[in-house]
């Protein structure tokens, strides 16, 4: 695998890490609501769901899909109630004050907030296609450990960091003052943008 190829890879990965999506939608709202340390946690666990997925595409995942539609489906269809699970609770749940201090809202533990991340980016099973394209011509047979080890890798980072500088920019004060002002309408926004995603990835 030649340098220019796998630069390539990483910038395309990293296009589609930015592009809005589920992992992205609840970075913003878990800055917003549990600042930048719960923030990182999750995006490090789509970080991890993001190289499952990854690794899933090298050992032909993808394949596995194009041969049995029904698994894709039922993948889909699973990822899709998850999502539609976590908006209606956003929604149910906008009319509810935000409690900010410790006492009253104890702040969710890093394993929660991986496994969260973890969940959300395993909820859409179209990264395993994605990555199977990058890597179709990219990643020929024979390619040493030592660099599908790298790819995953930046995979990983690539995930982490930008879901991590979501998390950042949306914990700010002035961005929290904003949705203490506005809770019931953004939770709402984030419910609706949420199910339509989880539609959308059960309907496609």
């Known amino acids: 695998m030649t340098l220019a190829a796998f630069l390539a890879v990483a910038l395309l990965h990293l296009m589609a890490a930015i592009s809005p999506g589920p992992a992205v939608l609840m970075s913003a709202r878990t800055g917003i609501t549990e600042g930048l340390r719960t923030g990182a946690f999750l995006a490090i666990g789509i970080g991890a769901g993001a190289v499952v997925w990854a690794a899933a595409a090298m050992f032909g995942l993808a394949l596995l899909f194009a041969a049995a539609p029904a698994l894709l489906w039922g993948f889909k ?44 980016q395993l909820s859409n099973p179209k990264p395993a296609v994605l990555f199977s394209a990058i890597f179709v011509g990219t990643v020929p047979q024979g390619t040493p450990l030592w660099v599908v080890l790298a790819l995953l ?52």
Do not use: C
Not at 96 to 108: M, N, S, V
């Open 77 to 120: 269809i699973a990822g899709g109630l998850y999502l539609l699970h976590m908006a209606w609770n956003m929604w149910r749940q906008a009319d509810t004050p935000l409690a900010l201090t410790d006492d009253r809202r104890p702040p969710r533990s890093a394993a929660s907030a991986f496994r969260l991340g973890l969940l959300t």
């Open 153 to 204: 890798t930046v995979v990983f980072l690539n995930e982490a960091i930008w879901n991590t500088l979501v998390a950042r920019i949306f914990s700010f004060d002035r961005s929290k003052a904003v949705y203490i002002s506005l809770k019931s309408v953004i939770d709402r926004a984030f419910g609706g943008m949420l199910a339509l995603l989880g539609l959308k990835i059960a309907a496609t």
